[in-house]
């Protein structure tokens, strides 16, 4: 009896094989892999690589940051995520000051299950209005929930005793704690220092957070966090300084793991001089750093130093962005990559820093594993059957009119890729998104 779906002549890619034989899928899980497998429907994936969908762990989707609201919804920031080969996203959930842990949890699912057409997660932010409310961790995580945000910058910044007491919480429901970390004391004396000085162009973005003290923070959480007994992953790793602090953690044997995005491995802080609302785009944190940090970070995924690539996804428009034109402090931070990502990480392999099977893992398997989607990140008999067709011949040119995003513009314009996704398939479903 024919199965539903057969993937055919393709190079099937996993974080630890590479083969050339055909996947089988019956209903939404993958039912058979080998040769000469026969379905009702077929792709013929002849000179393709045949991989698990992509799991991006750490995006903001119709996100309310300050007066704006990130640009991508959970339908088109989905929709760009599944055309870039992405099938699994998590976004992040922030409870009212009054509000229930677990009521904030369920509305925010509720909300991206009416409009995604991949399959979701989210982390649980915990903020300081929700260090009283630590005893509710337990019904989030009954919910579903395994992973906590906590950030060290901005208006949600925890102080080092608060962290203390999230990550015991955290440590009693078996939680993973995901983590900005900056120096926000720091940042904000730097910051207050240049605008005292005229200094307000986005060229101070990335010199009021310096290299130094986004590795002592790094350095300073994991302290905590060993104390505590707790694994963590710190989010959006943006130079070889954060390297360092992982690469000696892990070395000790403390469970710490870390990420870094397109952005800082594609991008530099040149950038921020470009003139009038051009300089404000690529306004990130942590910040773009000088180019030499691009390679360096290439390293570290190589030498499995980072364990991740994620996005950060968390665009606005030009004219949001053009509202801290006269002070770089109130540029909304954040940059689209959900639908380039995938692509991206693959240019590893063309030139020849990564193997197919780094990549892949990277990407999908990693993540997946490390968040708790066990069901995901690879191709194997029982798992879901997400997986991508991908061409490694085909070349896109990177640009607002060849992404399906919304926020009208792209940091990596021109930027020319070799090898993107042909077919995406989550769950058992070709997706037909164009």
């Not at 994936?45 to 640009?71: R, W």
């Not at 337990?138 to 005793?161: F, I, N, Q, S, W």
Request: negative net charge; hydrophobic residues 40%.
């Amino acid at each position: 009896m024919p199965f539903d779906l057969v993937i055919k002549n393709g190079t099937i890619v996993t974080a630890v094989s590479t083969i050339q034989t055909d996947v089988a899928i019956q209903g939404d899980k993958i039912a058979a892999i080998g040769n000469s497998l026969q379905g009702t429907n077929e792709i013929d994936a002849y000179g393709k690589l045949v991989i698990p969908g992509g799991v991006d762990i750490h995006v903001h989707l119709e996100m309310p940051i300050g007066k704006f609201t990130s640009t991508d919804d959970f339908y088109s920031g989905t929709r760009a995520a599944a055309l870039g080969g992405t099938t699994t996203i998590i976004d992040f959930v922030e409870a009212k000051p009054e509000q229930p842990l677990l009521e904030a949890y369920l509305e925010r699912q509720t909300l991206a299950k009416s409009k995604s057409v991949i399959d979701f997660g989210l982390h649980m932010t915990i903020t300081p209005t929700d260090i009283p409310k630590l005893e509710q961790l337990p019904e989030v995580a009954e919910a579903g929930c395994k992973t906590y945000k906590l950030y060290m910058a901005y208006g949600h910044r925890l102080t080092d005793d608060a962290l203390y007491k999230a990550f015991q919480a955290i440590k009693k429901v078996n939680g993973l704690p995901v983590i900005h970390a900056e120096n926000w004391d720091i940042i904000c004396a730097l910051i207050e220092e240049n605008v005292a000085n005229g200094r307000v162009s986005p060229h101070w973005h990335s010199r009021s957070r310096p290299e130094e003290f986004e590795a002592e923070s790094v350095h300073r959480v994991i302290k905590i966090a060993e104390r505590v007994g707790l694994p963590i992953h710190i989010f959006h790793v943006s130079c070889d300084a954060v390297v360092q602090e992982i690469q000696a953690a892990r070395a000790k044997g403390i469970p710490v793991t870390g990420e870094t995005c397109p952005q800082y491995l594609f991008l530099s802080q040149e950038l921020y001089d470009r003139p009038g609302v051009d300089g404000t785009l690529p306004v990130c944190s942590p910040p773009l750093r000088p180019k030499p940090e691009n390679d360096k970070l290439w390293h570290a995924l190589a030498n499995n130093d980072l364990q991740i690539v994620s996005t950060d996804h968390c665009p606005f428009t030009k004219e949001e962005k053009a509202t801290g034109l006269n002070d770089f402090s109130q540029i909304p931070g954040g940059v689209p990559s959900i639908e380039m990502r995938f692509a991206s990480v693959y240019q590893g392999v063309v030139n020849g820093r990564l193997s197919l099977n780094q990549w892949v893992n990277l990407c999908a398997t990693a993540p997946a594993k490390l968040t708790g989607f066990h069901n995901k990140g690879h191709i194997g008999v029982g798992y879901d059957a997400d997986i991508v067709v991908f061409d490694p011949n085909l070349e896109k040119t990177i640009s607002s009119q060849t992404l399906h995003e919304t926020a009208g513009w792209t940091p990596y314009e021109g930027l020319l890729l070799k090898g993107w996704p042909k077919t995406t398939i989550v769950r058992g479903k070709i997706l037909n998104l164009e």
